[in-house]
């Protein structure tokens, strides 16, 4: 009697997930599947019949899934296995300054802006969305800071950088040309005395005067000279 013996492969295959069945990277960055490995009751080797299926962009954020699949040589199937993906964009973009940090203006004299430029490494050039704040007043001498900032589409704050503007008064005033008078001995003569301190809003100039006659005298309350006696000619510097 002859039996016939029949072996069969109904058994699958088995797919364990290698590292953590749940992920999450930065946007923008690489990602690097860590894999899995296939063990199987009559196989030895199935890597070279694991099919992988994935639809990962990191440059969008979102939740993916990688489906890792196998069946041996007798057709059996292995249960999918899934890892999530998840991919976020927590990061800000880089502002960068345009221009010098330090920037020295003349009392009375122009600001002018630089601005700065902003790039995220999702949303790309953000420069144009670049928030300043601060102001600089010119007609007064101080040190002023503007500050830069920029918000991607996730509203993701960069790094604010600031630029400081320093307003200095290295020019004297100019006093307003006193025209040659003649006067009457004995009688009053007002000169009024005025100055330009290079559009300085915050000035408080102090006369002087030297050359004046004798009896002469300078009214600081009313930026003028009085004089009381003396006949002559004179020069008057202020």
């Known amino acids: 009697m002859v039996r016939n013996v029949i072996v069969e492969d109904n058994i699958a295959p088995i797919i364990t997930i290698k590292g953590a069945a749940s ?59 899934l890892r999530t993906v998840t991919v976020v964009d927590t990061t800000g973009p880089v502002t960068s300054l345009l221009g010098d940090a330090i920037v020295t203006v003349e009392a ?60 200095v008064d290295t020019t004297p005033p100019l006093v307003k040309r006193i025209e040659s008078l003649d006067v009457l001995e004995g009688k009053e003569l007002q000169i009024t005395v005025s100055a330009n301190d290079n559009g300085r809003t915050d000035s408080q100039l102090t006369y002087a005067v030297s050359g004046a006659p004798l009896g002469l005298t300078i009214d600081r309350c009313h930026n003028s000279v009085d004089p009381k006696r003396g006949t002559g000619t004179w020069i008057i510097l202020v």
């Open 23 to 81: 992920v999450t990277i930065e946007a923008g960055t690489d990602y690097d599947d860590p894999g899995v490995s296939v063990t199987d009751n009559m196989d030895k080797n199935l890597e070279g019949r694991l099919f992988k299926e994935s639809n990962i962009n990191t440059r969008i954020p979102g939740t993916y899934q990688v489906k890792y699949m196998v069946q041996d040589k007798s057709g059996n199937k292995a249960t999918t296995v």
């Open 108 to 167: 009375g004299g122009a600001y002018v802006e630089k601005g700065a430029e902003a790039f995220d490494s999702i949303d790309g050039d953000l420069s144009t969305v670049v928030k300043i704040s601060g102001e600089v007043d010119t007609g007064k001498v101080g040190t002023y800071e503007i500050s830069y900032v920029a918000y991607d589409s996730q509203d993701n704050a960069g790094q604010a950088v600031s630029r400081l503007v320093k307003v």
